[in-house]
T-cell receptor
């Protein structure tokens, strides 16, 4: 079973920041938070991951609370192409990485 | 750099027939995974290879499914005999082996329809 809770859907205006929340209150100390998205019926796309520090890459920023029980994925300037289902997944990061357990995700719709 | 590729993109077969799906991971990635999504449900893990060895095959639904990764490069997933409930999209993913974890990079999927 997925270890995360996400809202089923969200809307955001094009050009604005999209903030997607995720609760993972049972996260263990050695588990990372990963974000993926699936655009229409394409293969899931890796976005970002982090352990306890905030992370940023060319796609998004990941903010993890100090107690690590929740996180927020931020798409700073959302475009129509960011419309997708976004998945928050927690898993151990070590040599020989584990499987991903997908939940229902958040269906993000970017509106013009 | 080439991404994960899968072949075929679509396959339509009749119940009882055999189908073989192929996945070519990103070069140098030791980890290779198979997932599938059936009937609009959540994406489910099938199995995980590390090089040519099966690390975790806990998600394989039954013995009609056989996965191989000879030589630790590409992988095949054979369904024999196919049943109606096997219809869905089969995704392959690969990742390098990094201590801090790494994202898995997915292919476009193979859409399997069993009639």
């Amino acid at each position: 079973d997925a270890k995360t809770t996400q809202p089923p859907s969200m809307d955001c205006a094009e050009g604005r920041a999209a903030n997607l929340p995720c609760n993972h209150s049972t996260i263990s100390g050695n588990e990372y938070v990963y974000w993926y998205r699936q655009i229409h019926s394409q293969g899931p796309q890796y976005i970002i991951h982090g352990l306890k520090n905030n992370e940023t890459n060319e796609m998004a920023s990941l903010i993890i609370t100090e107690d690590r029980k929740s996180s927020t994925l931020i798409l700073p300037h959302a475009t129509l192409r960011d419309t997708a289902v976004y998945y928050c997944i927690v898993r151990v990061g070590f040599w020989g990485a584990q499987k991903l357990v997908f939940g229902q995700g958040t269906r993000l719709t970017i509106n013009p | 750099e080439a991404g994960v590729t899968q072949f075929p993109s679509h396959s339509v077969i009749e119940k009882g027939q055999t189908v073989t799906l192929r996945c070519d991971p990103i070069s140098g990635h030791d980890n290779l995974y198979w997932y599938r999504r059936v009937m609009g449900k959540e994406i489910k893990f099938l199995l995980h290879f590390v090089k040519e060895s099966k690390q975790d095959e806990s998600g394989m639904p039954n013995n009609r499914f056989l996965a191989e990764r000879t030589g630790g490069t590409y992988s095949t997933l054979k369904v024999q005999p196919a049943e109606l409930e096997d219809s869905g999209v089969y995704f392959c993913a690969s990742s390098p082996d990094l201590a801090g974890g790494s994202g898995q990079f997915f292919g476009p999927g193979t859409r399997l329809t069993v009639l």
